[in-house]
């Protein structure tokens, strides 16, 4: 394959969780650099990284083979009763490593894995010889490091069993197994290598030689050490703490590692015939689309549209066999495309699916928003009551949500009421999910946290031993700016420069911090994305169930799954939606009986001049300082007006000047102008400024000719900047606008403005559906304050810093907030003659237990003092701090 004659198989990346030091662009850097033609990834008990490990080894023009160090329970991995524990007082369980040669053995290997977290785990995710028996074809195994099976055998003296273990591997892999062979130095090793080289001879077994990298170079011991302080929660100066025997855990050259093998040359040789066997392609982009099931007899484009025709006679109005009238024709013409598209593409049962778990979560009172991203741009979708945003009444294009000259997925995030979505995220798995762990099609998305700056500063200062308020002061040094790195702090931060040249520990601490920066920390749950598979996820993608939750979610995180073609769906708890459901249901309680968000005007003179006056906590998304002062300088008139403030404010716009230039315009201080008439029927309602990516979409298909699906990809081109692409974008729009008698010059100007602004520009959809929630919110305070008030701070009993400045603040509307009563309070804020009264969720150190039993012994009658409280309260659940906390406050 190559000169080098030696492959590293048995290797630790940063998804070896604070075990494994090695990053993935560093590695095939250096390994490409030694002449390797290949490299294997073999975390410990996952394949959190294989995608990722794949892609990148694809582009650097190294083999990439998956394998994985796998647990092995040393009975049944159904066993759960007691923690095996070796001499050392460490885990007993055993590692055996395992690498893919074909498509078959990594299904294989992903069926493995995802038992471990799904049957085995205990303290890690073990697999036992029953289910390697059954799942062993198309992977090869080694007898691993010193914490093998074999290993720990023959260190216990138990030299017949480790003989018949490697027999039994030999068994289950035949022709696979390979008796692996570590030098570091270790006298432990040394005995179990000389036990195995007679198994070699005898069982006539190949050896293969390998250095179970943790880190890339002989340099990054140290920080390799620091990583595993940060893992087991220790100090580097810990005589008890667990680390490697030796400095040679890393990646070496394939002539460092003959000079350690210089007696075994065909051992090292060998990590080159197994990379050889290993001919594994992964698949990319296939998508893997879930099934809707619909009546026999129909099929899935044809429900689609019976239900999109009959939702949009409902939102028009209509009867549902009454004709559409003159008026409606764009809205058919636009159902009509939108649906051609969407089942040319492929896309019916996408559709029918969320259209399906929104119609369950409205059906059983979960809130459900009108829309986020580009959806709500999809008539379809209007339809079909997913989104709630008319996207012909507010001029939103389609194309930008789903174009169908470049296939790909469409992405139909949604927005519930933080109570209720997980309800809804189970009725999906009801739905879809088969029997037992093997059946599940839906899951949660995993995500990974990293050593970023200020953490790694943190973390490698509690290994250092340093107080932790000098390391406080130091983490604080590096600047509040998102994803900045230790390497661009120390250049932006005098400060942080200056400590570290003053004080040789901070340099230190600085100097392993950065080695260690990047590094994955820690596995969690997505906020928001969920898979449905067409099939079992366990044959399309490994699983893991997090260990406190319970909860499966995919090995892969949210890009990852999206690449292998699994469908995301986004499930987002939005606070704001809970806020106005009880405020709906106390308005309700009222006397409004039929209130309905949804049914307000959208041309209430008492919501904007809230707005306009900066009345705006609370309010959905122009709460902030920076946001109050732009709403109250723009003082929108109409809810057209409100739209561009969700796109305005954000980084790009403001630091531009954009805003500013908005705002004067807005006020007549800068004369609107157009290069060319034709763009004022496009940018008036944004006052000449390209505000929306759709407002690009738009001047490309009516100046210059270009489909808006041609439009879309010219905007992609805009945003990512590629010079060679830009200028055939830009020749091809020049020459359809002088085709359409456009002057060259002007053409050539808009183009500019186009680019200038692509950049910024956002999707329109998005801001309509958000300015909607900002107008409702708007709207029930300056209507309803009592109840949008009190609706607010049940929201945010948790967070009492926040509660506090509510709670001033309905004071300043002249509203009486009345303090907690065991007798009349809730659990939430409610509504009462002469303001609101507390609610007992808002109080320090009351938790919902104590509350349940406040409410149930006081439904039999009042208390009637502290005593009589005292003696029918259920003591378990209303302890002595509780009790404490309520008198503290009056209650």
């Known amino acids: 394959m190559s000169h080098s004659p030696f492959v590293h198989l048995h290797l630790h990346t940063q998804y070896s969780l604070l075990d494994g030091a090695i990053q993935h662009d560093r590695l095939f850097q250096h390994v490409k650099a030694l002449g390797m033609p290949a490299v294997a990834m073999t975390d410990h008990g996952n394949l959190f990284g294989a995608v990722e490990f794949y892609e990148k080894a694809g582009k650097a023009g190294v083999k990439p083979i998956l394998g994985c160090e796998v647990y092995v329970a040393a009975g049944s991995r159904l066993e759960k009763e007691k923690r095996e524990k070796d001499a050392s007082g460490f885990d007993a369980i055993s590692h055996l490593l395992l690498l893919a040669m074909d498509e078959v053995g990594y299904r294989n290997l992903v069926y493995l894995v995802s038992k471990g977290y799904l049957e085995g785990f205990y303290y890690k995710p073990r697999i036992d010889l029953e289910l390697l028996r059954q799942r062993s074809e198309g992977l090869i195994a080694t007898s691993g490091c010193l914490s093998s099976m074999v290993s720990r055998a023959i260190l216990a003296g138990e030299t017949r069993k480790a003989w018949e273990l490697v027999q039994e591997f030999s068994r289950i892999f035949p022709g696979r197994y390979y008796?692996?062979?570590?030098?570091?130095?270790?006298?432990?090793?040394?005995?179990?290598?000389?036990?195995?080289?007679?198994?070699?001879?005898?069982?006539?077994?190949?050896?293969?030689?390998?250095?179970?990298?943790?880190?890339?170079?002989?340099?990054?011991?140290?920080?390799?050490?620091?990583?595993?302080?940060?893992?087991?929660?220790?100090?580097?100066?810990?005589?008890?703490?667990?680390?490697?025997?030796?400095?040679?855990?890393?990646?070496?050259?394939?002539?460092?590692?003959?000079?350690v093998f210089h007696d075994l040359p065909q051992a090292v040789r060998s990590s080159v015939e197994i990379a050889e066997r290993c001919n594994f392609d992964l698949q990319l982009g296939h998508y893997h689309l879930p099934e809707f099931q619909v009546p026999i007899g129909t099929t899935r484009e044809e429900v689609l549209a019976r239900e999109a025709w009959a939702g949009l006679r409902r939102r028009l109005g209509l009867a549902p066999d009454e004709p559409f009238r003159p008026a409606h024709a764009v809205?058919?013409?636009?159902?009509?495309?939108?649906?051609?598209?969407?089942?040319?593409?492929?896309?019916?049962?996408?559709?029918?699916?969320?259209?399906?778990?929104?119609?369950?979560?409205?059906?059983?009172?979960?809130?459900?928003?009108?829309?986020?991203?580009?959806?709500?741009?999809?008539?379809?979708?209007?339809?079909?009551?997913?989104?709630?945003?008319?996207?012909?009444?507010?001029?939103?294009?389609?194309?930008?949500?789903?174009?169908?000259?470049?296939?790909?997925?469409?992405?139909?995030?949604?927005?519930?009421?933080?109570?209720?979505?997980?309800?809804?995220?189970?009725?999906?798995?009801?739905?879809?999910?088969?029997?037992?762990?093997?059946?599940?099609?839906?899951?949660?998305?995993i995500t990974f946290g990293k050593l970023q700056a200020r953490a790694a500063i943190r973390d490698v200062g509690r290994v250092l031993g340093m107080a932790y308020g000098d390391v406080d002061r130091i983490a604080k040094l590096v600047p509040e700016t998102l994803g900045i790195t230790l390497d661009e702090a120390l250049a932006q931060s005098p400060d942080l420069r200056a400590r570290a040249e003053a004080d040789g520990q901070v340099a230190k601490l600085l100097q392993i911090a950065r080695q260690v920066e990047g590094l994955t920390r820690h596995a969690s749950t997505h906020a928001a994305g969920v898979v449905i598979g067409s099939r079992p996820l366990i044959e399309l993608v490994p699983l893991y169930r997090d260990p406190k939750s319970g909860d499966v979610m995919t090995q892969f995180d949210m890009k990852c799954v999206e690449k292998i073609g699994l469908i995301k769906f986004d499930f987002l708890g939005l606070k704001t939606l809970t806020v106005i459901h009880d405020a709906e249901r106390l308005i309700r309680q009222g006397g409004r009986s039929d209130f309905s968000a949804d049914a307000i005007p959208l041309d209430?003179?008492?919501?904007?001049?809230?707005?306009?006056?900066?009345?705006?906590?609370?309010?959905?998304?122009?709460?902030?300082?920076?946001?109050?002062?732009?709403?109250?300088?723009?003082?929108?008139?109409?809810?057209?007006?409100?739209?561009?403030?969700?796109?305005?404010?954000?980084?790009?716009?403001?630091?531009?000047?954009?805003?500013?230039?908005?705002?004067?315009?807005?006020?007549?201080?800068?004369?609107?102008?157009?290069?060319?008439?034709?763009?004022?029927?496009?940018?008036?309602?944004?006052?000449?400024?390209?505000?929306?990516?759709?407002?690009?979409?738009?001047?490309?298909?009516?100046?210059?000719?270009?489909?808006?699906?041609?439009?879309?990809?010219?905007?992609?081109?805009m945003g990512k900047k590629n010079p060679l692409e830009m200028e055939k974008q830009r020749e091809r729009f020049v020459s359809g606008c002088v085709e359409r008698k456009i002057p060259e010059k002007k053409a050539e100007e808009i183009f500019r403005l186009m680019a200038e602004f692509a950049g910024y520009g956002f999707p329109k959809a998005h801001s309509t559906a958000y300015a909607l929630i900002t107008y409702q919110t708007a709207w029930l305070k300056a209507n309803h304050p009592r109840e949008f008030l009190a609706a607010l701070m049940s929201a945010d009993t948790g967070n009492h810093e926040k509660l506090a400045r509510y709670i001033a603040h309905v004071r300043e509307q002249s509203i009486e907030v009345l303090p907690p009563d065991v007798n009349e309070s809730a659990r939430d804020f409610t509504v009462v003659a002469g303001g609101i009264r507390f609610g007992l969720a808002g109080v320090k150190n009351v938790g919902e237990g104590a509350i349940e039993a406040i409410v149930e012994a006081r439904g039999e009658r009042p208390f009637e003092s502290l005593f009589d409280f005292a003696a029918r309260i259920d003591t378990k659940r209303v302890n002595r701090r509780v009790v404490e906390s309520l008198a503290k406050c009056g209650a």
């Open 179 to 259: 008796l692996e062979l570590q030098r570091h130095g270790i006298p432990a090793q040394d005995r179990v290598n000389a036990e195995l080289l007679r198994m070699s001879e005898d069982l006539r077994l190949p050896l293969v030689a390998t250095n179970d990298a943790h880190y890339l170079g002989c340099d990054d011991h140290e920080p390799h050490e620091a990583l595993l302080c940060i893992g087991t929660g220790t100090t580097l100066d810990d005589p008890k703490r667990f680390r490697f025997d030796g400095k040679g855990f890393f990646v070496k050259s394939g002539a460092e590692m003959l000079e």
């Open 331 to 445: 809205y058919e013409a636009r159902l009509r495309h939108e649906l051609g598209v969407i089942q040319s593409m492929g896309f019916s049962g996408y559709f029918l699916i969320v259209g399906d778990f929104i119609a369950h979560a409205r059906g059983h009172g979960v809130p459900v928003g009108p829309g986020r991203g580009s959806s709500a741009g999809s008539l379809v979708a209007y339809g079909l009551g997913i989104t709630g945003v008319d996207p012909i009444e507010y001029d939103i294009i389609f194309e930008r949500f789903l174009n169908p000259e470049r296939i790909s997925m469409p992405d139909i995030d949604v927005d519930f009421c933080i109570r209720g979505r997980d309800r809804v995220i189970d009725y999906v798995a009801k739905k879809y999910d088969e029997p037992g762990d093997d059946g599940k099609r839906v899951a949660q998305i």
């Open 604 to 717: 209430d003179p008492s919501t904007y001049e809230l707005l306009a006056r900066g009345d705006t906590d609370g309010v959905f998304q122009v709460e902030s300082p920076g946001m109050t002062d732009l709403v109250v300088k723009l003082k929108p008139r109409a809810f057209k007006e409100l739209i561009p403030l969700v796109a305005l404010y954000r980084p790009g716009p403001l630091g531009s000047g954009m805003v500013d230039d908005f705002v004067s315009r807005r006020h007549g201080l800068t004369k609107v102008e157009y290069p060319v008439p034709e763009l004022e029927a496009l940018l008036a309602e944004t006052l000449g400024v390209i505000v929306y990516q759709d407002q690009v979409l738009q001047i490309a298909n009516r100046l210059a000719g270009f489909s808006l699906g041609e439009a879309d990809l010219l905007r992609r081109a």
